[in-house]
């Protein structure tokens, strides 16, 4: 259950105290530039400037315009009228300060247009907050959200849900990990510094043999911004290390910051379940280090060239549909949540100041000691679609694939490649198809259909290789991947083929539809370099239609559909994966055919990952 307290009206008791439903889930975040108060304050989403512009004009006729520019409200009149309601929903870390300071405003009768605000303060996991914006048909039921980090209001930005306009930050956070001593002294800490790259292999390598948790970076900003700076720290082979790392971090997740803290051992007694190493935010440690005993606090390990950081924005939500009152009452919140006594509470509860200033004694209170770099400033935040690209690479990498692999072998396929001497269209596929093969694990499943057309009958598509899991083996000690790479290698032109596109497009996603795996990223990849030929096939706008008919919310099914050079219809590629939220791609150079599709199943687990 998550705590809300209703707040600001004068009949209600001053401690008035309900209770809300609620998940467990961590928090999310996709991060923007930081930047000073008054860059900020000029950030729009989706036409902020001109809806603040328009409640400051109002509120001048309104008589407060004082109010709203300096955050003075004579207080020494009767409040007018009923309560004014702002309901706001702060991420569960920042809530208790949010709340304190809406009882603030109750306890000094805070008005806006001079009636009393009754500020209801709801603590929600940002994630959850997020996924539910991201519904166009919402109605969000509250006006000021507050999640941990800016990550939320770009994915639901960039998802075309609720309008979300940022209006300034209210506090900041750096992330680090964090190690119990025994582990912290193992890595040389304070004297030690590392870089986000050399600070992970370290604590994963056998020298430390860390036991090292995260929070879930799907539900987790802490998470993904952790693993966002890893990524890019990672240099050529960022990708490939990333993913093993990943891979590692994925034995030990937990569902959501909360869990994640619950995870540290509470007894003497070594449980390899417990981990002694934690990716963290500052605050988080700081919180954590009010409440440990001897021996169970925390050190923290701030990463040089400066720690990713929680942003904390101040977002009105729909305020298309707001009356300008209830955005007033938002600003005027807003105003009293920035000012001296507000930012004293929040740094007295772990938090920096929005720009990200050094406090060293909240640090030290955190864990961080000289010479760990906790003075430096933060690092650039990531851009969403770096977050996004991130988050697909640990969905495809966490989460087991089942990918059916559906290629064209009509007669074109046959065809040279210019500047490959003695290599066919199909030759460079094949061998990319292979390589592709060798960044699955065991525990993938990967299928093989080939199709030109009446390849069975009037059937223009045959199942080559089922769709199973690369480890398995046949009674001959033969794996699957194995049979699976002879298939690939094995895949020749059809003389005289044609192009069934359409009628294999359709049968094979269904088929994935009706063999969906629970818990797996489940896609159709298409690779073709042609056009639909098939005459006796059902209509473009035929097979759009039954592909949305055949798609299922309960049972996702990606499809991506790559189109190998210049007589590929890319557009019709892109018709039939956008029928189903897909996406199509071409390759110009079939030589860049491993890259786009590994490309393409991460931009896919990312597209997973976010809905």
Not at 580 to 599: C, F, N, Q, W
Request: charged share 25%; proline share 5%; net charge negative.
């Amino acid at each position: 259950m998550n705590p809300t307290v209703s707040l600001g009206s004068r009949k209600k008791h001053e401690t008035n105290m309900r209770l809300s439903g609620g998940t467990t889930m961590g928090r999310h975040s996709l991060p923007d530039a930081y930047g000073t108060d008054e860059a900020v304050l000029r950030r729009s989403v989706r036409g902020r400037a001109v809806v603040i512009a328009t409640a400051l004009v109002l509120a001048i006729g309104a008589g407060t315009l004082v109010a709203v520019e300096t955050g003075l409200l004579q207080q020494d009149e009767p409040c007018e009228g009923t309560d004014l309601e702002l309901a706001v929903v702060a991420s569960p870390d920042i809530a208790p300060a949010v709340r304190r300071t809406a009882e603030r405003a109750r306890k000094a009768e805070l008005k806006s247009d001079g009636r009393c605000l009754d500020i209801e303060v709801t603590a929600r996991p940002a994630a959850e907050v997020a996924q539910s914006l991201r519904r166009k048909d919402t109605r969000p039921g509250f006006q000021v959200w507050i999640p941990d980090s800016s990550i939320w209001t770009g994915m639901v930005t960039a998802g075309g849900g609720a309008s979300i306009d940022e209006v300034t930050r209210l506090a900041s956070s750096p992330v680090g990990m964090a190690t119990l001593p025994d582990g912290a002294r193992k890595l040389g800490w304070p004297e030690k510094t590392y870089g986000w790259a050399e600070l992970t292999d370290a604590a994963l390598g056998d020298d430390a043999g860390l036991r090292l948790g995260t929070a879930d970076p799907a539900v987790s900003a802490t998470g993904a911004l952790a693993l966002t700076a890893m990524h890019r720290a990672g240099g050529d082979d960022a990708d490939t290390r990333t993913a093993a790392t990943a891979k590692l971090l994925a034995e030990r997740v937990e569902p959501g910051d909360t869990a994640v803290l619950a995870s540290l051992p509470d007894s003497g007694l070594d449980d390899p379940r417990d981990n002694d190493a934690l990716f963290l935010s500052e605050q988080a440690a700081f919180r954590h280090n009010a409440g440990a005993g001897t021996g169970r606090r925390l050190d923290m390990f701030y990463p040089e060239g400066g720690a990713v950081a929680l942003d904390y924005p101040y977002a009105i939500v729909d305020n298309d549909a707001m009356a300008m009152d209830r955005v007033r009452a938002a600003s005027r919140f807003q105003r009293l949540l920035t000012d001296a006594k507000a930012t004293d509470l929040l740094r007295r509860q772990g938090f920096r100041s929005p720009q990200g200033r050094l406090d060293a004694e909240l640090a030290m209170a955190a864990g961080g000691a000289a010479p760990q770099p906790f003075d430096a400033a933060p690092a650039e935040a990531p851009a969403p679609d770096e977050v996004a690209s991130v988050l697909g690479m640990w969905t495809v990498t966490v989460q087991s694939a089942r990918l059916t692999t559906v290629v064209d072998v009509s007669g074109s396929m046959g065809e040279a490649v210019p500047g490959q001497p003695g290599q066919t269209r199909m030759d460079v596929t094949k061998n990319a198809l292979i390589q592709a093969l060798a960044q699955f694990t065991g525990e993938d499943e990967i299928g093989l259909w080939r199709f030109s057309t009446r390849l069975e009958g009037e059937q223009d598509y045959e199942e080559v290789a089922g769709t199973t899991r690369l480890a398995q083996r046949t009674d001959d000690g033969t794996s699957h991947r194995e049979r699976l790479a002879s298939a690939f290698g094995g895949l020749q032109p059809v003389p005289d083929g044609a192009t069934g596109l359409y009628d294999t497009a359709l049968a094979a996603y269904e088929r994935q539809v009706k063999e969906y795996a629970p818990g797996r990223f489940n896609a159709v990849v298409l690779l073709t370099d042609g056009a639909n030929e098939d005459p006796g096939s059902i209509s473009a706008g035929d097979l759009a239609a039954r592909l949305r008919e055949a798609a299922d919310p309960d049972r996702p099914v990606g499809l991506i559909a790559i189109g190998i050079g210049p007589e590929a219809d890319i557009e019709a590629c892109g018709q039939i994966a956008k029928a189903v939220g897909g996406e199509s791609y071409r390759v110009t150079d079939p030589k860049e055919i491993h890259a786009v599709l590994l490309r393409a199943v991460t931009d896919a687990g990312a597209k997973a990952a976010l809905s």
